[in-house]
């Protein structure tokens, strides 16, 4: 679902992919990696992956049993201007992605 561009998994370093690679087989297994938790208010079967690196923080928001398969829908670099808040840009654009994805596999 994501394609990459400015903010997608692409850009995230090589360093970091295979963090999120080994939460996302966690999870594909039925487990819960530490790194993972579920975002506030996008429901169940939802997770967000947190990946510190080098100071900087990325995330991967995903979501679990759709279709029986594991969907990273949104992943970017958070560059939060309040704290330790996800900026409210990337969770509307997580929050739109994932509405997309589940009317797309109805």
Known sequence: ??????????DVPGRV???CLAALTIAADGGKADIAKPPHGMGSGVFEIALPF?????????????????????AFQKKSTQGIKTPRREIG????????????LR
Do not use: T
């Open 1 to 10: 679902m994501d394609q990459g561009g400015p903010e997608g998994i692409r």
């Open 17 to 19: 992919r295979p963090v």
């Open 93 to 104: 654009l997580s929050k739109d992605r994932l509405k997309r994805l589940k009317e797309m």
């Open 54 to 74: 080098r100071g900087d923080a990325f995330r991967g928001v995903c979501a679990v049993q759709l279709a029986g398969e594991i969907w990273l829908v949104h």
